[in-house]
């Protein structure tokens, strides 16, 4: 079975500047969600999607972070502009329903160093 | 606030040596306490999950516990290997919402 895909792995920009990322999540899984990483900390909740809608993004900075899941299966974040303190690993993770028994199974992550 | 207090920040012991990492929680009603294991530039892995009626959890080499009553959970290594060197991230999940909360992890080194 593949597992979570992300795109790109590294990505190095200056603040200001607009970046992407994008997440592949395993076949069937309908719930799918972006944390934010910061060096030495657990991952903290930016977006949950069940399908292609939004179940929690309270923790999105909404004024400068989007993200979108449009057909229900890929989806995209997005950061425009970025500041120095959105360097971070950015991880994507999938489960099969939205439940607390579901194990959330993990992308490698996008490492964002904003200079 | 919900929190999940992990400790030590890192610690580092000899190949074939045991370890204990602790993780003391606030997270009110509980589901369920998850072990992840987060090798360096990978995603986190499932290691163990255990639900308000388990005590402890075993995979492999790793041994989890759980007392709900002190809201306190521990992962102990048995017999490390040098690929056992990750951060080990504790995971509280709430009843009500399912909402997680992570702890900030703790790094272990192990060294030959």
């Known amino acids: 079975e593949a597992g979570v895909a992300q795109s790109p792995r590294y990505k190095i920009i200056e603040k200001r500047q607009s970046v992407a990322f994008w997440c592949n999540p395993i076949s069937g899984h309908a719930t799918l969600y972006w944390y934010q990483q910061i060096l030495g900390q657990g991952p903290k909740l930016l977006i949950q999607?069940?399908?292609?809608?939004?179940?929690?993004d309270s923790q999105l900075p909404k004024d400068r972070f989007s993200a979108e899941r449009l057909k229900g299966v890929d989806s995209t974040l997005k950061i425009q502009p970025a500041k120095l303190e959105d360097s971070a690993v950015y991880l994507c993770?999938?489960?099969?329903?939205?439940?607390?028994?579901?194990?959330?199974?993990f992308g490698p992550g996008t490492r964002l160093l904003v200079l | 606030k919900n929190q999940v207090e992990q400790s030590p920040q890192s610690l580092i012991i000899l190949e074939g040596k045991n370890c204990t990492l602790q993780c003391n929680y606030t997270v009110s009603p509980f589901s369920n306490l998850r072990w992840y294991k987060q090798d360096t530039g990978r995603g986190p892995v499932s290691l163990t999950i255990m639900t308000f009626s388990e005590n402890t959890k075993s995979n492999g080499r790793y041994t989890a516990t759980l007392d709900a009553d002190t809201k306190q959970s521990s992962l102990h290594i048995t017999a490390s290997q040098l690929s056992d060197s990750a951060s080990y991230i504790c995971v509280v999940t709430e009843l009500n919402d399912y909402k997680l909360s992570f702890g900030a992890g703790t790094t272990v080194t192990v060294r030959a």
């Open positions: 999607f069940q399908n292609n809608g939004v179940v929690d």
């Open positions: 993770a999938s489960s099969f329903r939205e439940t607390g028994g579901e194990t959330q199974y």
